[in-house]
């Protein structure tokens, strides 16, 4: 008998590859990223064992505590930060993470710019997180400066900027998302976009994106939070 998680990535990566088609790219265009935060190590092995290496976490503490001991045994992983990183967490992501996809405040650019020049580190990609909703209770750059914000990243701070990444508003089409997402990573010449969640993938795809961010729909649904 099948495990669940690994029917449900088998699902995802063949719907994705028949999207990818359908849009005219090849059908590997898109990687998929298993969002593992609150996890447990069993579940994130199990999606190892299925194949899968890409993994998604919010929490910099909750991933050293969880990847270390999978990264022995699978040494090809691939870890991606996708929560907010505050700066006195920097150099324990830095060591953690493969890519960052959060980068979305000047404070935080200038931090990497100066942890970066002093020496090797395993993070190799950063993207830059645009709020394209605008909303004030989630992070990201504002639309309208997130050209000047990657320009510095990139051209004073030298930092290795891959592409963009968001998160569109629950209530928004989130098709008008992605596709502003896109439109800014065109204009620096950026070619990785990490859009589309459970709910929205599908959409993503067509609108270009490299990378999507899926959860629930491969670990199930996460419990809800109990008050003590």
């Not at 493969?98 to 990497?112: G, N, Q, S, Y």
């Not at 100066?114 to 004030?136: H, I, S």
């Amino acid at each position: 008998m099948t495990d669940p998680i690994h029917a449900h990535l088998d699902e995802i990566r063949a719907e994705l590859a028949t999207l990818a088609l359908g849009a005219g790219r090849p059908a590997d265009a898109v990687q998929l990223v298993a969002v593992s935060k609150t996890k447990p190590v069993e579940a994130v092995w199990a999606a190892l064992a299925a194949g899968q290496r890409r993994f998604g976490e919010n929490r910099v503490q909750e991933a050293m505590g969880k990847f270390p001991d999978l990264r022995g045994e699978f040494p090809d992983l691939s870890l991606h930060l996708i929560g907010p990183l505050q700066t006195n967490k920097l150099k324990e992501a830095l060591d953690t993470f493969d890519v960052i996809e959060t980068v979305d405040r000047p404070k935080l650019a200038e931090a990497l710019g100066q942890a970066f020049a002093k020496g090797p580190v395993r993070t190799r990609t950063l993207l830059v997180q645009v709020n394209t909703g605008e909303e004030p209770q989630k992070a990201g750059v504002p639309p309208r400066e997130a050209d000047d914000f990657i320009r510095d990243c990139i051209e004073r701070l030298k930092l290795p900027i891959a592409g963009l990444m968001c998160i569109p508003p629950v209530d928004d089409e989130p098709s008008l998302h992605f596709a502003l997402l896109r439109s800014i990573a065109q204009r620096h010449g950026l070619g990785t976009l990490s859009m589309g969640m459970s709910a929205d993938w599908r959409l993503a795809v067509p609108l270009g994106a490299t990378h999507v961010r899926i959860g629930s729909a491969i670990f199930g649904e996460r419990p809800p939070l109990t008050s003590v």
